[in-house]
Nanobody, 114 residues
Framework: QVQLVESGGGLVQAGGSLRLSCAASGEIYFNLYWMGWYRQAPGKQRELVATISAGGTNRTYADSVKGRFTISRDNAKKTVYLEMNSLKPEDTAVYYC??????WGQGTQVTVSS
């Protein structure tokens, strides 16, 4: 059974930084799948934040986070990361990672205070 577990969320002031991690267990083919980070704010639809290809060479970002967020992965550790800088109150949401739209984590809360 594949499990994705996010960590690293928390409360931070505007302008601050956080680094989210998503560790995959039970997945022996982690290095074959693209990974993504999504977020969902209260009362809003889930939004795609960033994706990274299986080998890590191709990355995409939502316009709202370009230049501030960086997605990366360590296939040896079966972990994907989301480095978030210059955080804004509108970045407040539950952040989820997913494996090619097949498996999802439980999410980690990010709250940015103004």
């Amino acid at each position: 059974q594949v499990q994705l577990v996010e960590s690293g969320g928390g409360l931070v002031q505007a302008g601050g930084s956080l680094r989210l991690s998503c560790a995959a267990s039970g997945e022996i083919y982690f290095n074959l799948y693209w990974m993504g980070w999504y977020r969902q704010a209260p009362g809003k639809q889930r939004e795609l934040v960033a994706t990274i290809s299986a080998g890590g060479t191709n990355r995409t970002y939502a316009d709202s986070v370009k230049g501030r967020f960086t997605i990366s992965r360590d296939n040896a550790k079966k972990t994907v990361y989301l480095e978030m800088n210059s955080l804004k109150p509108e970045d407040t949401a539950v952040y989820y990672c997913d494996e090619s739209g097949i498996y999802w984590g439980q999410g980690t809360q990010v709250t940015v205070s103004s």
